[in-house]
């Protein structure tokens, strides 16, 4: 009864919980109506004729140490000609921070903003169009940034933003089980759900414990994509359709429900952090869950800790009734630099955003000097530390954009810093190189009113349905009816806007 009880109450009160706490997500707006015109190109740049250049100003987003101080802040100067302010948002209540900034038109040339906050700029027309200034004075920018990145950052065919997208296509959880003990049962890795589901069987049987255990972000994964639910959203013959309308899903939650009710699966996922999980596996009370390659240090650390011969296999992707594996990525920006309607110097803003972009300085702001920061060997970049650490640890926060051709590949020497991390890191790229690797479609979409208003309240909605589902709390067979709900508390807005903004860029 606890198990059943424990599944069921989470998810009974975190739907309390949504259906007081309302939506967070930024009011609907109007289309904004803006256009790049004669201000965007008649604003003066004071740098003109190779002349002193000005200071200019940017907000960032809070971080734990002086903006101004950084040695990258100094780099940057060095490396551009232009001296920067910087100023960061507070840890709290940072949005209404912002809002306040804007409304007191207090001057910035350039704004790092999360997705929300850019939406409301955005629609509220206190950004400033960058088409004609990223045309005249970005070859950099446009060099540096891949077309489909531009679809994140445009309105109603305007760019408002250039957007950051992070560190490329790459795979960051994989299952993990303890090897030890699959050696000790004769058992090999599981390649699809019915194995699984006889290795979990083998598992408990011989140890007596639950063998499968996990966070609640850890439901969907590797079991999921098994069956079809891949990403959030899927291009089926050039529709969008939410992983809620796939009627794969019925299949999981049966599975799931299946491995629940025979306690193969871990009862209290829904209340497990990320460390609790852990150490369910350090300790011995789970031989499998799903482990991000960031804490793969303290994992293994964890482990041998208290069993020192235990060992760690990583289970490859499982594939599909048709023999395939597949890996789900997102690619959504990270962030989105904009440039606020009362800079004074708009060009300017953009110019610095460009010198930052060449593809040398890039490489410089990112991962330093070769041989002093960074060696290049075995094709791969390797940091020097401690000099990396000292000059370099908070180099992606003065990011305005990546070298989106070339960072995937610099950022991994901040992977190998540690050799532990590195080796997971690299296993896990290297299984996911040999499954089918599929890009959410929404991955490059911008805000999108209905879909960003009902995106808090839909993803409560469905994954504590499906919490339900897996303890059996509610049956699989109403699954409709359930769905039915979902469109109707916004669900159906969500889709057809998200179909209407993938369609017009086909």
Known sequence: ?????????????????????????????SSPSASASSEATATPSSDTGGGEKPEMTMLMQYGLFDPNADPVSK????????????????AENADEKLNLMVANKQNFDIMKLGSAQFYKLATAGALEPLDELIEQHGPNIKAALKEDSWKSATIDGK???IPETGSGISVGEELVVRQDWMDELGLQHPTNPDELYEVLKAIKEAKGIVPLTGTKDSIYGDIA???????????????????????????????????YSEGLLDSEMPINTSAKAIEKFASGNAAMYKLAWWSASSAEAALVKNFPEAKIGIIPYLKNKDGQASVGVNLATTWFIAVPKVSKLKEDAIKLIDAKLE??????LAIGEEGVHHEFKEEKYYPILPKFNDDLTNASVYMTGVDEHNYPTYWQARVRKDPVLQSYYEAFQANAANTNIVVDPMSVAPPIDAVSKNKQKLTKLLD????????????????????ARWMSEGGADAIKEANEWYKSTK
């Open 359 to 364: 593809k040398e300085t890039f490489k410089k």
């Open 75 to 90: 780099a940057i100067e060095e490396a551009t000609g232009y001296k920067t302010k910087y100023e960061m948002l507070p």
């Open 225 to 259: 994509t098994a069956f079809g639910v891949i990403n959030e959203w899927t291009d089926i013959d050039g529709t969008l359709v939410h992983k809620a309308e796939l009627p794969q899903m019925k299949d999981f939650l049966t599975y799931m429900n299946k491995l």
């Open 1 to 29: 009864m606890r198990k059943r009880s424990v599944f069921a109450m989470i998810a009974a009160s975190t739907l309390t919980l949504a259906a007081c706490s309302g939506n967070n997500a930024p009011p609907p707006s």
């Open 464 to 483: 504590d349905q499906v919490l339900m589902y897996i303890a059996g709390s509610e049956n699989i067979a109403d699954y409709d009816t359930f769905l």
């Open 159 to 161: 760019i408002y933003a």
